[in-house]
């Protein structure tokens, strides 16, 4: 807790608005290289059956060059949410973040990360709440609850777009 107070005293000191955006910035970019990383490894290994190094074990889970692909989804879901406060909040070049979050859900979904989604609706939910977008809010709302009664009472349809989802209650 000491180094974590200093390391908050020295970065209030140096962090300004503009090094806050261009850290935001950076991280988006080079988000960019993890995102290609894991489609080109999908198109290369997609048709075998094993792994670049894992044989097996993670059954057709890609994740880059990480350690894990629930780490990397993790990531790729803190860079959505840079995004999302970069359009609703800044208002910036809107295609540009737009592309950079798509590639991070694809990224998402071919490491197939659970937690990955869920940590997205609730920062995009805490993110609209305090940027006061109550309409954007209702319809995630809408579109979450109506996800929801569709995987209670047909969870073979997500089976196809989420595959793991089935199994979430062992897993989580």
């Not at 349809?157 to 989420?162: A, D, G, P, T």
């Amino acid at each position: 807790f000491f180094v974590l107070f200093i390391l908050s005293f020295y970065l209030r000191t140096i962090m300004t608005n503009e090094l806050f955006e261009k850290a935001l910035d950076l991280i988006c970019v080079c988000s960019i290289f993890a995102g290609v990383t894991v489609v080109l490894e999908r198109l290369i290994f997609a048709a075998s059956n094993s792994h670049r190094c894992c044989g097996n074990f993670f059954n057709n889970i890609y994740f880059s060059f990480y350690f894990h692909p629930n780490f990397l989804g993790s990531l790729m879901a803190a860079v959505i949410l840079v995004c999302a406060y970069k359009v609703v909040v800044k208002r910036n070049d809107k295609k540009y973040y737009y592309a950079i979050a798509l590639l991070s859900a694809i990224t998402i979904f071919f490491t197939e990360s659970m937690f990955a989604w869920i940590e997205v609706l609730v920062g995009l939910s805490i993110l609209l709440l305090l940027a006061r977008r109550h309409q954007l809010l209702s319809i995630l709302f809408i579109m979450n609850a109506f996800g929801g009664v569709v995987l209670y009472t047909a969870p073979e349809l997500f089976e196809k777009i989420l595959p793991r989802i089935i199994h979430a209650d062992s897993t989580f």
